[in-house]
C-alpha cells in the first residue's frame, strides 16, 4: 500500500514539474470546447417571443400588432391550431391570448394570458418575463387606470431538447480521459523501458500489479481534474446545463482503469517508441470520431453506427451523456457496467498476459 | 560462504547463444567483475543472476538459494545505462525507492554516505552524469543489500568521474558488502575486483585474482633498456635501438641495473614492462577488450 502511495506521489510530482504536461491536460480541453462552443452557439440578441391568438379579435390582433413594433422582440405568430409547446420546445417561449380577450377588456373583467417558457433557458426566460410584465403593465394602466385585469400566469414546457455544447461536453471529457490515459501510460512504460526503470523495478519487492493500479489512480487524478476544468469551462462560458452526478463519477472512473489499461496494453505488445505511439494514435484517433464525440452517432452511415458500437468510448460518451444530460441513470447503469467489465478485463490482461520479466 | 553459484547456466535466443554454459561463485564480501567486451554476455548474466531475466538451463544459487521474491529484498541493483526520473530531486528518488522495501536506510545517511549532500535537493535532470551514477549506486543501496549489481556502472564517465566511482565502490566493500561488477574496462577490473572472469562469446574464459590471470597468461615482466646492443650474462633479445630482457621476478632489475653499472655501460633509458588484463584479454580471445565501436 505504502508503494502505491509513494508511487503515485511519484508520478503527481513528475507531473506538475513537466509544464508542458501540465498546459496539455488542463488547457486543451478548455481550448476545444471553447472553439466549438463559440461555432455552434449562435448568438442571440434579441427576445424570441412565439405569440398564438385564440381569439382572432379585433384587439388581439392590435395588441400582437403593437408588441411587434417594439425593437428588442422578435415576434413569431403561432397559429392557431398548431402545438404551442412545440414551438416552446424549440424556440424557448410564447405567449398564448385566451378566447374573451376582446370581451373581457370591453366589460372589464379580468383574464389571464399564458407564458410559455422552457426552464431550462433561464436566462433568456427571465428577459421574457420581464419584458411580458412590462406590457402587460402598460396596457393595464392604459385600458384600466392601472388596475390589474389582465394578467400573464406562467406555464412550463420541459424541452428535452439540448444544445450542441451539451452533447459537446461529455463528449470532450470522454475524449480526453481516453487520450490523456492511453498516450500517458504509453510514455510511461516507453519511457521507464529506455530509462531502465523497468529493469530497476523488476528487482525490487514491488509487485507489477501495485504498479499498475499506482498508475491508474494518477490517471483517474488526471481525469477529474480535466472532467472539473471542462465542467466548469462549460457551465460559466456556455451555461451548458449538464451535472455532475454519482454515474458520471463512476463512469469517469472506469473509463479512466480501462484507457490506462489499453495502454499499458499497447506498450507490451509494441516496443519501439514511435510504433507504439503510432498505435496508440491508430486507436485513438478512429474512436475520437467514431465514437459519437464530435456529434451523434445517428449522423453517421449505418454500418458506421454499428462499428461505433465495438468501440469503448461509445459507452463513455453514451453513459456520460445520460448521466450528465438526460439523467437516464437506467440507461447510464448499462453503459457503466459495459466499461467496467472492460476495465476488468483489461487490468487482468495487463497483470497476466503482459510481463515486465524480459525474455 | 558464496555468494551466487551457478551452475551450467546458459541463454539461448533462436540461434543465438549468449550465455554458453558458465559456472563460477562469487564470494561473500569481495568485488567480483566479470570482465569482457560488448556483446560477450555480461549483462545478460547479469540479468538473469538479478532476475530480470530467466535462463534456458542451468542453476542459480542466491546466498544458497535458488532465486524467489524474498531475495529481491537482499540485492541492490544498478542497470547497465540506468536514469531515474527526471523530475525528482535526489531526495525524492532515494525515498521512492526505499520506499518498496520493507527494510530500508535513513535516506539522509545515505546521501551522506555517497556524498550527495549539496545535490540532496537538485532534481536528477539537472545532474551532471558522474553524479546521475552516484545516485543510482544510491538507489541500489536504499535497502541496505547484501549483494550489490553493478552493470556498467563507469560507461561513458569522465576519467575523474570514474575514478571518482571506483572509491564509493570500493566503500561498499569496507562495508562488508559483496560486489558484482560488469565492465569492459580493464583498469577498472585491475583496480577494484577481488576476482575477475573474463568472458568472451558468451564463455568465461578464466577466473581468478587479476594478478594471477597476468602472471598465468600474460607472460613475464620484460625490462627494456635503450642505446646499448648487448649484455653478458644475460638472455637477451634485440630490439629496435636497444634489448629486452625477461625477467622471473621482480627482484632481477636491481642485479641487472648494478650488473649495468659494474661494467661502466652507458644507456639511454630503462624500463620495466608488465602485463595487464588487456594483454591477457589478447592473448586468450585475439580480439581487443574495448572495440573501436563501443567508445
Redesign the interface.
Given at each position: 500500500m505504502?508503494?502505491i502511495i509513494?508511487?503515485f506521489?511519484?508520478s503527481i510530482?513528475?507531473w506538475y514539474?513537466?509544464k508542458a504536461a501540465v498546459f496539455w491536460t488542463v488547457a486543451f480541453p478548455v481550448l476545444l470546447i471553447l472553439i466549438f462552443g463559440a461555432i455552434f452557439s449562435g448568438g442571440e440578441q434579441k427576445i424570441l417571443l412565439g405569440i398564438q391568438d385564440l381569439d382572432n379579435s379585433f384587439a388581439s390582433k392590435a395588441f400582437i400588432e403593437n408588441i411587434s413594433k417594439i425593437e428588442i422582440v422578435d415576434v413569431k405568430i403561432i397559429k392557431a391550431d398548431e402545438d404551442i409547446k412545440e414551438f416552446v420546445k424549440e424556440h424557448g417561449a410564447a405567449l398564448q391570448i385566451p378566447k374573451g380577450f376582446q370581451d373581457a377588456l370591453i366589460n372589464k373583467e379580468e383574464i389571464n394570458l399564458t407564458l410559455y417558457l422552457d426552464p431550462s433557458k433561464e436566462t433568456t426566460n427571465s428577459a421574457v418575463r420581464t419584458f411580458v410584465a412590462n406590457v402587460l403593465n402598460e396596457l393595464n394602466i392604459r385600458l384600466n387606470n392601472g388596475r390589474n385585469y389582465i394578467r400573464c400566469k406562467e406555464e412550463s414546457v420541459v424541452s428535452k431538447e439540448y444544445e450542441y455544447i451539451d452533447f459537446f461536453i461529455p463528449g470532450v471529457i470522454g475524449m480526453t480521459i481516453m487520450t490523456s490515459a492511453i498516450y500517458g501510460s504509453v510514455e510511461i512504460n516507453l519511457k521507464y523501458r529506455?530509462?531502465?526503470?523497468l529493469?530497476?523495478?523488476?528487482?525490487?519487492?514491488?509487485k507489477r500489479s501495485y504498479w499498475i493500479f499506482a498508475k491508474m489512480l494518477y490517471f483517474l487524478f488526471l481525469a477529474f481534474l480535466s472532467t472539473f476544468i471542462i465542467v466548469g469551462v462549460g457551465k460559466l462560458v456556455f451555461d451548458a446545463k449538464i451535472t455532475l452526478n454519482l454515474f458520471s463519477l463512476l463512469t469517469i472512473i472506469s473509463a479512466s482503469f480501462a484507457f490506462t489499461g489499453i495502454g499499458m496494453l499497447i506498450a507490451r505488445f509494441v516496443n519501439e517508441e514511435e510504433s507504439a505511439d503510432s498505435a496508440a494514435s491508430a486507436i485513438i484517433f478512429p474512436m475520437m470520431f467514431l465514437a459519437g464525440t464530435f456529434f451523434p452517432l445517428e449522423m453517421m452511415p449505418s454500418y458506421l453506427q454499428i462499428f461505433a458500437k465495438i468501440l469503448p468510448l461509445y459507452y463513455v460518451n453514451e453513459g456520460l451523456r445520460n448521466a450528465m444530460i438526460f439523467r437516464d441513470f437506467h440507461k447510464s447503469l448499462l453503459n457503466l457496467a459495459i466499461i467496467s467489465i472492460f476495465a476488468i478485463i483489461v487490468f487482468i490482461m495487463g497483470t497476466i498476459i503482459t510481463k515486465w520479466?524480459?525474455? | 560462504m558464496n555468494v551466487i553459484e551457478t551452475k551450467e547456466l546458459t541463454k539461448v535466443y533462436g540461434d543465438l547463444v549468449a550465455v554458453d554454459n558458465i559456472s563460477f561463485e562469487v564470494r561473500k564480501g569481495e568485488i567480483f567483475a566479470l570482465l569482457g567486451p560488448n556483446g560477450a554476455g555480461k549483462t545478460t548474466t547479469v540479468e538473469m543472476l538479478e532476475m530480470i531475466r530467466k535462463p534456458t538451463s542451468g542453476e542459480i544459487y542466491l546466498f544458497g538459494d535458488k532465486p524467489n521474491e524474498k531475495i529481491k529484498e537482499r540485492i541492490g541493483v544498478l542497470p547497465q545505462e540506468f536514469q531515474s526520473f527526471e523530475r525528482l530531486t535526489v531526495r525524492e528518488t532515494l525515498l521512492y525507492f526505499s520506499s518498496l522495501y520493507k527494510n530500508s536506510v535513513d535516506v539522509d545517511e545515505l546521501i551522506e554516505l555517497i556524498d550527495l549532500n549539496e545535490k540532496r535537493d537538485e532534481l536528477y535532470k539537472n545532474l551532471s552524469s558522474g553524479l546521475k551514477q552516484r545516485v543510482g549506486v544510491a538507489i541500489a543501496l536504499v535497502n541496505d543489500p547484501d549483494l550489490v549489481f553493478l552493470d556498467e556502472p563507469t560507461t561513458g564517465l569522465d576519467p575523474s568521474a570514474r575514478r571518482n566511482l571506483w572509491e564509493v565502490i570500493k566503500n561498499l566493500k569496507r562495508q562488508g558488502k559483496t560486489i558484482f561488477l560488469t565492465t569492459h574496462y580493464m583498469e577498472e577490473a585491475e583496480y577494484l575486483a577481488d576476482r575477475v572472469a573474463i568472458m568472451n562469446k558468451g564463455k568465461i574464459i578464466d577466473i581468478g585474482e587479476p594478478n594471477e590471470l597476468i602472471e598465468k597468461h600474460g607472460g613475464k615482466p620484460k625490462v627494456k633498456i635503450w642505446g646499448i646492443n648487448e649484455l653478458e650474462g644475460y638472455e637477451y633479445k634485440k630490439m629496435k635501438g636497444g634489448i629486452e630482457i625477461v625477467i622471473e621476478n621482480e627482484k632481477e632489475i636491481s642485479s641487472i641495473i648494478s650488473s649495468l653499472d659494474a661494467k661502466k655501460i652507458k644507456f639511454e633509458r630503462i624500463e620495466i614492462e608488465r602485463a595487464n588484463l588487456e594483454d591477457v584479454f589478447i592473448k586468450l580471445t585475439g580480439r581487443r577488450l574495448a572495440d573501436e565501436s563501443n567508445n
Open positions: 505504502r508503494a509513494k508511487d506521489e511519484l510530482k513528475n514539474r513537466n529506455k530509462r531502465g526503470i529493469k530497476k523495478l523488476l528487482t525490487t519487492p514491488l520479466e524480459e525474455d | -
